[in-house]
């Protein structure tokens, strides 16, 4: 095996199919010093857009291209795609190959391995909705996969240099890590339609009560940071409101009856959080728990 060269922020550094999260990661990296050499995107229109934002940066359209000028490769398709984009590319010995996808294991970079590449895994834990996110690095967790100690120092340095801070992640992990950020996000979203969506009844559509739902959830969501868990849990299931509890499993299984199970299982599964603030009586949670289980 060979030995990778000493890295640091010069090696010069390729983000492959930049899309939001690449995009966001190569501006990021770039701002906080580092060498971007290559970015590569199929769309013309996209890889005029970041050789106007990242500075000496070449924007080409195929991996190849970009790979061959870069000693660190960021792979940053999506997962289902990850595999399939390193097989095309025909990497070089003392190259280091880095994916960013959460639930993928880093054996996802075989194809590399077996061309005595080093593999990795860099994957931030947040969302990005657009592909000038780069901003939203800063604060985030980063869960870092590597056999070679070399790159994996080097990446826990990036990672603390935009601002967010490393963890080790195992391949056994990742599920459980990935389901985890899934329910923090998407799941979120989801949640807060089926929410909004409650609205319909008195008149307001799922985009007008969207809007009046969002101040309540940016309180949450600060409660969350300044008080954590469970004091930031509120509402009828800390008080142990049986009643109003029951009055909710009607509402929503009226709705629609995948909602009114969605309800019944969030809260279920969540019930033990609210118990932790003591409001919660051992009776009232044995009188919720059968209540709410007889709804699934």
């Known amino acids: 095996m060979s030995p990778l060269p000493e890295l640091n922020k010069q090696s010069p550094i390729a983000v492959v199919a930049a899309g939001r999260l690449g995009s966001s990661l190569a501006i990021a990296m770039a701002n906080a010093g580092y060498n971007v050499a290559a970015v590569s995107s199929r769309q013309p229109d996209h890889r005029d857009w970041l050789g106007e934002r990242i500075e000496n940066a070449l924007a080409v359209e195929k991996a190849q291209t970009a790979a061959n000028l870069a000693n660190i490769v960021f792979i940053t398709a999506p997962d289902a795609m990850v595999e399939g984009v390193c097989s095309t590319i025909e990497w070089r010995s003392h190259q280091a190959v880095i994916h960013c996808a959460g639930v993928l294991p880093v054996s996802a970079l075989d194809h590399a391995l077996r061309r005595d590449a080093k593999i990795a895994g860099f994957h931030p834990f947040q969302t990005f909705p657009s592909p000038e996110s780069s901003d939203r690095l800063k604060d985030v967790s980063f ?154």
């Open 143 to 296: 869960a870092t996969e590597a056999q070679n100690p070399a790159l994996f120092d080097w990446l826990e340095t990036l990672a603390t240099d935009l601002g967010g801070s490393p963890f080790r992640i195992e391949a056994s992990q990742r599920e459980a890590y990935h389901a985890s950020a899934v329910m923090a996000c998407g799941l979120l979203a989801g949640l807060t339609g089926l929410a909004a969506e409650m609205w319909e009844p008195l008149g307001i559509d799922r985009t007008d009560a969207l809007k009046r739902i969002i101040p309540l959830l940016r309180a949450t969501v600060d409660a969350l940071d300044d008080k954590g868990l469970p004091a930031a849990m509120t509402g009828p299931f800390v008080r142990g409101d049986v009643e109003t509890i029951a009055s909710h499993l009607a509402a929503t299984s009226k709705n629609s009856p995948e909602t009114g199970r969605a309800y019944a299982a969030l809260a279920e599964a969540s019930l033990h959080i609210a118990k932790e603030q003591g409001g919660l009586s051992n009776e009232a949670f044995d009188r919720l728990k059968t209540l709410l289980s007889d709804e699934n």
